[in-house]
């Protein structure tokens, strides 16, 4: 699976974004799929996750009730809507996919996308 993710730029505090990452490959239909963030001097952290069924979404508690993770199997898509979005939200998101494993622990995915800047000024 090879993903590529876009959407990213720069927006002011109390806006919103849609990231959408594009992946190849029918296998993506049956993955899991994430995004993740990393700020500058951070660690990459989990943001949001969402079932290859779309039954079951996860949300860092950081982004809950902002963002919105979904999927679009037949599009072999996945998108991170982002609102309320605040300077701490500021970061390179990357999203990525897995097979199996822990939905919200970056060493289960297997896949990365190359990741997309998204800059919040305050």
């Known amino acids: 699976v090879q993903l590529q993710a876009f959407g990213g730029g720069l927006v002011q505090a109390g806006g919103y974004l849609r990231l959408s990452c594009a992946a190849s490959g029918r296998a993506f239909r049956s993955y899991t799929v994430a995004w993740f963030r990393q700020a500058p001097g951070k660690e990459r952290e989990f943001v949001a996750a969402i079932s290859w069924s779309v039954s079951v979404s996860y949300y860092a508690g950081s982004v809950k009730g902002r963002f919105t993770i979904s999927r679009d199997n037949a599009k072999n898509t996945m998108y991170l809507q982002m609102n309320n979005l605040k300077p701490e939200d500021t970061a390179v998101y990357y999203c990525?996919?897995?097979?199996?494993?822990?939905?919200?622990?970056?060493?289960?995915?297997?896949?990365w996308g190359q990741g997309t800047l998204v800059t919040v000024s305050s």
């Open positions: 990525a996919a897995q097979a199996v494993g822990s939905p919200t622990d970056r060493r289960s995915y297997g896949y």
